[in-house]
Structure formats: structure tokens, C-alpha cells
T-cell receptor, first 118, second 113 residues
């Protein structure tokens, strides 16, 4: 199946700094990618939809100025957490849809990035 | 809007026991239904899916049947293994062409030898 990678897998940063997380589709092109946030023992919360060549679409309650998304190419989307605070510590997961056939395209998920803000 | 409800965990079983994780959904139209599995420290992997009513998805011994009349997609496995210990997420997506997934809260499965 298709592969989605994320980098870094883990990052620790100081409060007030910015952190960039990359999401790449390795063997297919993705005009759309999704960014999720997962709190411990909770489900995935969709943060935003990343669109190649246009602005990202943010879910209600997600600060677009804090979570900057750039879909630079058909295989790369980046999420930058600006001026990070401890409450931004979380597990961030990206996904990309590919193929389809019958029904909606299948989503392929990255392995996630554990962000810890100290 | 769309929603998915899963039974709360953790579900604790002995090896070779029978597994059922309940999942029900609310959606407009005819959604596609999915089960994803998340192993510790990893992202999600698609376990199985069903795209229309009465379809049965199956993979690695797991099965789930799309029941439109009861709006359910329960996950079952006849004999679990220790390696099945993970968090299982039920999810749906509408068939409108936009592939945003709506997830349940996840159910942790712990299998002991």
C-alpha cells in the first residue's frame, strides 16, 4: 500500500519557539492532506485540511495563525506550531487519501510526531 | 453531523478468546466504514473497511459487517493473540467525494498470554 512519512518522530522544544513537522507521501501524489491531533487516550481530532496550491482549511476552534500549514508540493505538507506552549504538547498525525475505487479514497496515515513543549 | 460511538475500554482478554468491539454510527447518506488499528507509539493502520450495506470487511482474522438497519459496524475476531494488543478506532467517511474521516474515541485491547 501507499506510504506516508512524518519527520521528526519526536521533538522537544522550549516554550515560545516554533516547530515544523513534515508530512510526505512517498509513492503517490496527494493534492490533499489532513492534519490530526491526538491527546493521550483520546481520539484523533481533525485540525485542518492541507490543499496543494491553496490555503489550508481549518476546523472550528483551531487557530490558523498558531498552526501554520503549507502544502508546498504534491508530496509534502508541513505543519508549523508557532510560539509553542506546553498545552500544545500532543501527538500530531497526518494522513493523505489515495486511490478510491468504490467509495471514498483510502486514507494513509503517517507514523505521527510526538511534540513536547517544556 | 456525522458521529461514531465505540464501546469504552480497555477490553482485557486472554489469548485465544473471542473479541467483539461495538461500533455504531450516525451519518447522512451512505457512508463508508472503517476500522483502524494503532499500535503503541505509532500512527494508524487501516485494518478493514466496508463501503456499502451488508458488505463484510475482513483482514488478519478480524471481521466487521456493515449493518445499515442497526447503523453498526462491530469488530470481531474469533481468537485474539497477544500481538493484537492495540487501540482500535472505528471511523466513517461520507461518499460525497470528500474523504474526511470521523473517528470514534478508540477502544484499547489488552491481550494477556
Amino acid at each position: 500500500g501507499a506510504v506516508v512519512s512524518q519527520h521528526p518522530s519526536r521533538v522537544i522544544c522550549k516554550s515560545g519557539t516554533s516547530v515544523k513537522i513534515e508530512c510526505r507521501s512517498l509513492d503517490f501524489q496527494a493534492t490533499t492532506m489532513f492534519w490530526y491531533r491526538q491527546f493521550p487516550k483520546q481520539s484523533l481530532m481533525l485540525m485542518a485540511t492541507s490543499n496543494e496550491g491553496s490555503k489550508a482549511t481549518y476546523e472550528q476552534g483551531v487557530e490558523k495563525d498558531k498552526f501554520l500549514i503549507n502544502h508546498a508540493s504534491l508530496t509534502l505538507s508541513t505543519l508549523t506550531v508557532t510560539s509553542a506552549h506546553p498545552e500544545d504538547s500532543s501527538f500530531y498525525i497526518c494522513s493523505a487519501p489515495e486511490g478510491g475505487g468504490q467509495g471514498a479514497p483510502e486514507q494513509y496515515f503517517g507514523p505521527g510526531t510526538r511534540l513536547t513543549v517544556t | 453531523g456525522d458521529s461514531v460511538t465505540q464501546m469504552e475500554g480497555p477490553v482485557t482478554l486472554s489469548e485465544e478468546a473471542f473479541l467483539t468491539i461495538n461500533c455504531t454510527y450516525t451519518a447522512t447518506g451512505y457512508p463508508s466504514l472503517f476500522w483502524y488499528v494503532q499500535y503503541p507509539g505509532e500512527g494508524l493502520q487501516l485494518l478493514l473497511k466496508a463501503t456499502k450495506a451488508d458488505d463484510k470487511g475482513s483482514n488478519k482474522g478480524f471481521e466487521a459487517t456493515y449493518r445499515k438497519e442497526t447503523t453498526s459496524f462491530h469488530l470481531e475476531k474469533g481468537s485474539v493473540q497477544v500481538s493484537d494488543s492495540a487501540v482500535y478506532f472505528c471511523a466513517l467517511t461520507s461518499n460525497s467525494g470528500y474523504s474526511t474521516l470521523t473517528f470514534g474515541k478508540g477502544t484499547m485491547l489488552l491481550v494477556s498470554p
